[in-house]
């Protein structure tokens, strides 16, 4: 099984990259796909991985799975609110993984064919920052199951849910916005930890089988 042997840093360009002859280890030699950097990475991580993406559209599903190791793995976008706007994915899934993954800046653009914007599985140790979900979609914002999740300066909006946390899950939310969704805080036999500011809903808050908002 292949692992880590340094630190890596890969380079991700929507519109000057290229999946087929670039080796993503600089800017001019930068990956199309975010998922391109992301097969790259070995499966046991033992040191900081960064993928630094430049803004553009990725018409993609972004899936970061089954990593484990003493290592982190950083996906990197805008570096707030107001920059995360150019980064633009279909949606972010995060799903079994024992080693940190941390996601800064990007925002969910799809309108079907997926539950939430962003979906964190069966993953240990999960940081979500500045990350949007706003367009107008019968699609939760932000949800979790069976995994530990810290989500802070996110904006949530128009969403069924704006943040879910499902079965065996614990989320820490702190600092997101967002308004017009159905229901801001949902907890279905998860627990939900806020601080400061939450996105709004016409359910406030709803729990079920068991669930903790506190």
């Known amino acids: 099984m292949q692992k880590t042997t340094r630190d890596i840093t890969y380079y991700v360009d929507a519109t000057n990259g290229n999946d087929n002859t670039n080796d993503g280890l600089t800017n001019v030699t930068a990956f199309k796909t975010i998922t391109k950097a992301i097969n790259m990475i070995p499966q046991i991580v033992n040191h900081g991985v960064h993928i630094n993406v430049a803004s553009g559209t990725y018409s993609e599903i972004v899936w970061i799975g089954g990593f484990f190791g003493s290592g982190a793995i950083y996906l990197n976008g805008g570096t707030d ?26 925002q969910s653009i799809a309108t079907t064919g997926i539950n939430a914007g962003f979906w964190v599985s069966c993953s240990t140790n999960v940081f979500i920052r500045y990350c949007l979900d706003t367009i107008t979609a019968s699609k939760n914002g932000f949800a979790a199951e069976y995994s530990n999740v810290y989500i802070a300066s996110c904006q949530l909006s128009n969403k069924t849910i704006a943040i879910l946390a499902y079965i065996n899950s614990a989320i820490y939310s702190e600092n997101n916005t967002g308004n017009g969704n159905t229901t801001g805080l949902q907890s279905i036999s998860g627990t939900l930890m806020k601080n400061a ?18």
Request: proline share 5%.
């Open 81 to 106: 609110l107001t920059t995360t706007v150019n980064y633009k994915v279909n949606a972010i899934y995060v799903a079994k993984n024992s080693c940190p993954i941390n996601v800064t800046g990007f």
């Open 197 to 214: 500011t939450q996105p709004s809903g016409t359910t406030a808050e709803f729990i079920d089988k068991g669930g903790v908002i506190r």
